[in-house]
């Protein structure tokens, strides 16, 4: 049995904006809403027993807006709507027509009893994919797809929401309240529950919303401490197109709350094991992408092993994909290879042999770089070329050169290790150092922290005719720079094969070159079979051909409390091969 039952005298609600502002002519409808005794609707039943025709009948002069509260957690905009009330209970329809200057009137102003179950929404694969179906009374549950490219993101309205920021795989994760929370949809009352573990991570802009506390920033967005209470949820088509709706006493969202305009998520993709949803905040009218997958949920993936081998051409190497397994309805889109010398080879096909010629003597790695239908993957394997391609010129100039100024040259990148190592404004642009940008080192309780500059793959420093090295330091009196060569092909133990020296810093906060000259100065004592007394001997086998790596550390050795140096003009002898230098 259905009734309908149109409540033409409910207590009408009017609030009026605090500094309204009227319109050029004087009408005063164009000011203020219409009455409660004013305000009229139909109400007609719709395609079937399920869903009922809304308009709204009042006249309304002037500029103006008018919104539904279907009383089923579902809202709507427009003069005229369709509600959806699929479950036995008695739903209060409220109507508020709001004008331009903010003052509106909100009125109950029909309600439906419904006595009948629409049972197809149980057997819908969406409700059933959502919330497990009634086969689950748990329900199920959803977490962020955090290893997945775009599990996050954000564009303009009416896009899917990745078109300013795609989030990178686990983007968020140091902010440490995102990923581990979860949101379960059970069909049995429809009931969402959203598990935080007591703080949650929101828009800045939603930050001040009465249920949250305690918030600071994160990553440009908020932590809040938050308890929330179990909500409900719905899924509905609205002009061709699914959407899920949240709703409960406090906020309810799918981990990361948005502000989402009337709790609603256009479902851009249901699946058993994806939900992938877009809603438009509130505030700023942006598009937020959401991907989520079951808890516990593992994704297939693509495997595949690199296959490496030498051909019979001098230097010349072999690499193609074997052992592949790509699971059902999934695909290989695209692989590159690269050679670890700045080539790189795309194949035509995944199952392609491509080949590459080295033209120097060194270590490389060799990695493909498979697209797959579900995610990225990178396989590699190393190879060592014994010499020299018969046809390679080498190129070596007795000249000291330019590592890198952090202004305008870098023959390569100065990284921090255990450290934080930046490039920053000069700070004091006077002689000896008018550059413009100078690195800084930062290290915090750490003994051996340190910044340095590797070679690309297959160069070597050469200390046989020129063996000083040098840099602008600028920093404490007392301080001691330590600058050290190493081989990172002997990996952990790369630092038994180093040789070293110290720079004490002579003056505060003062521009001043700092020599390293190795001449006459051994290795480490641990080097074992390339231990030498005087690494620049040419007969020493760590002379050339063996470092390909600077580290520079500050107080090497004290590990406690923080300590800070600029420096800048790395320089030190031509390395063989390399011809230019980046111009930054």
Not at 171 to 177: E, F, L, N
Not at 290 to 306: H, N
Not at 475 to 496: F, I, P, R, S, Y
Request: hydrophobic share 40%; glycine share 8%.
């Amino acid at each position: 049995m259905l009734k309908i039952s149109l409540l033409m005298s409910i207590l009408a609600i009017l609030f009026t904006a605090c500094e309204p502002q009227e319109f050029d002519t004087g009408d005063a409808r164009e000011s203020y809403p219409p009455s409660e005794e004013e305000i009229t609707v139909q109400v007609t039943q719709g395609s079937d027993e399920f869903h009922f025709d809304l308009v709204n009948t009042t006249e309304v002069s002037g500029i103006h807006s008018i919104s539904w509260n279907l009383g089923n957690g579902n809202t709507a905009k427009g003069k005229e709507v369709t509600a959806y009330y699929p479950l036995p209970g008695t739903y209060d329809i409220t109507l508020r027509i709001t004008t331009n200057t903010g003052a509106f009137t909100e009125k109950v102003v029909a309600q439906i009893v419904q006595e009948e179950t629409d049972y197809s929404i149980f057997t819908n694969e969406k409700f059933i994919y959502l919330s497990g179906g009634v086969d689950d009374l748990d329900g199920k549950t959803w977490v962020l797809d955090s290893l997945a490219q775009g599990h996050l993101g954000v564009g303009p309205a009416g896009t899917v929401g990745l078109e300013w920021w795609n989030a990178a795989p686990l983007a968020k994760q140091a902010v440490g309240v995102l990923y581990d929370d979860e949101i379960n949809f059970q069909v049995n009352g429809f009931i969402a529950t959203l598990t935080n573990h007591g703080q949650s991570y929101v828009k800045n802009f939603v930050a001040n919303d009465p249920a949250y506390s305690n918030g600071y920033e994160d990553d440009s967005d908020f932590v809040v401490d938050y308890n929330p209470q179990p909500g409900s949820w719905f899924l509905e088509e609205r002009g061709g197109k699914w959407y899920l709706t949240l709703s409960g006493p406090t906020p309810m969202f799918p981990v990361f709350d948005v502000g989402a305009v009337d709790g609603s998520y256009e479902v851009l993709k249901i699946e058993e094991n994806l939900l992938e949803l877009v809603a438009i905040d509130r505030v700023e009218g942006n598009a937020w992408h959401f991907q989520l997958i079951p808890k516990g949920y593992v994704k297939p993936s693509v495997t595949a092993e690199l296959s490496v081998a030498e051909a019979t051409e001098t230097n010349t190497y072999e690499a193609s994909l074997t052992n592949m397994d790509i699971p059902a309805g999934q695909a290989i889109n695209g692989v590159v290879f690269d050679f670890g010398d700045g080539e790189t080879v795309t194949a035509d096909e995944y199952s392609d042999v491509v080949s590459h010629t080295y033209m120097r003597a060194g270590t490389y790695v060799i990695s493909a770089h498979v697209s797959t239908s579900i995610g990225e993957l990178t396989l590699s394997e190393t190879v060592t070329v014994a010499a020299n391609h018969p046809d390679y010129v080498p190129f070596l100039l007795d000249e000291m050169v330019m590592y890198n100024d952090f202004s305008e040259v870098a023959l390569a990148n100065v990284n921090g290790e255990d450290c934080f190592v930046s490039v920053v404004a000069n700070p004091s642009r006077i002689y000896p150092n008018r550059s413009s940008q100078v690195a800084m080192y930062s290290k915090t309780n750490n003994q051996w922290a340190n910044a340095n500059m590797k070679l690309p793959a297959g160069y070597r420093f050469d200390l046989r005719s020129i063996s000083t090295f040098k840099m602008m330091v600028y920093g404490k009196a007392g301080d001691v720079v330590l600058l050290k060569l190493e081989n990172t092909d002997w990996g952990g133990n790369a630092w038994m094969s180093g040789v070293e020296l110290n720079y004490t810093i002579q003056e505060d906060n003062t521009w001043e070159m700092a020599e390293y000259d190795f001449a006459g100065v051994a290795n480490n004592g641990s080097a074992g079979d390339v231990f030498t007394n005087d690494v620049t001997d040419p007969a020493a086998a760590v002379s050339h051909d063996f470092y390909d790596i600077i580290r520079i550390m500050l107080n090497p050795g004290t590990g406690e409390g923080t300590h800070e140096f600029y420096f800048d003009e790395l320089s030190g002898p031509h390395v063989e091969g390399i011809k230019s230098a980046k111009i930054n």
